[in-house]
C-alpha cells in the first residue's frame, strides 16, 4: 500500500512530536489521580499572580469592564486601537474550537464538578494573563511610523536584559518564536 504525503510527513515527525508531548503532558501521581505537571504549572502560576496582585482579578473586575466598554480611556494614551478592540483581538487569538469542543467534552465526562473546576482556573488565569499583557505594554516599541511593536518576544528579551540577563532573554525570545512557528504548522 501507498503511503499518501500526509502519512509520511505524519511519520518523520511522529518521534519528536510523541517526546515533546511526553514532556509536556508529564503527569504525577497526586492520590489515585493522574495529573498532568503542566495543569499544576499553569494552576500554581495563576496563584501565585492573584496573590500577587492581591487579587486583582476579583477587586478591580468592574474597573476592568469600564476600560474595556471605555467608559474610563485616556486620549493621551499611545496606541493603534481600543481597548475593545485589544480584548477583541486576544479573545480571538486565545478561544477557538478547541475550547468550545473541550469545554463540552469536559462537562459530559466530568459533569458539574468539571464546570466549577474550568471557572475557577478561568479566574485564576486572569492574573496570568494580567501581568502577560501588563509586560506586552511595558516593553513595547513605539516605530517611527506610528506603529507598535510588542509581544512576548519584545519582553523577553528586553525584560531579561533589564535584568542583566540579555543572553537568557534572546534565548528564550528566540524559543518562543520558533514554538509559534510549530503551532502554527499543526
Not at 74 to 101: C, D, P, R, W, Y
Amino acid at each position: 500500500m501507498v503511503q499518501s504525503f500526509d502519512e509520511k510527513i505524519n511519520q518523520a515527525v511522529a518521534p519528536f512530536t510523541n517526546f515533546i508531548s511526553g514532556i509536556v503532558f508529564y503527569s504525577i501521581s497526586i492520590g489515585n489521580v493522574n495529573v498532568p505537571l503542566i495543569l499544576i504549572w499553569l494552576l500554581g502560576a495563576g496563584l501565585f499572580f492573584t496573590i500577587y496582585f492581591r487579587f486583582l482579578n476579583f477587586t478591580h473586575f468592574s474597573k476592568a469592564l469600564k476600560i474595556v466598554f471605555a467608559k474610563e480611556d485616556n486620549v493621551q494614551n499611545k496606541g493603534e486601537v481600543s481597548h475593545f478592540q485589544a480584548l477583541s483581538a486576544a479573545l480571538s487569538g486565545t478561544l477557538g474550537l478547541g475550547n468550545i469542543s473541550g469545554v463540552a467534552i469536559a462537562i459530559s465526562i466530568g459533569g458539574p464538578g468539571a464546570t466549577v473546576w474550568m471557572i475557577f482556573a478561568g479566574l485564576i488565569g486572569m492574573c496570568s494573563k494580567f501581568a502577560e499583557c501588563t509586560l506586552g505594554v511595558k516593553y513595547r516599541i513605539l516605530n517611527q511610523n506610528g506603529s507598535v511593536s510588542g509581544g512576548p518576544m519584545y519582553y523577553l528579551s528586553k525584560g531579561f536584559e533589564n535584568r542583566g540577563w540579555p543572553t537568557l532573554g534572546k534565548i528564550l525570545a528566540v524559543f518562543f518564536c520558533v514554538m509559534c512557528i510549530g503551532g502554527a504548522l499543526g
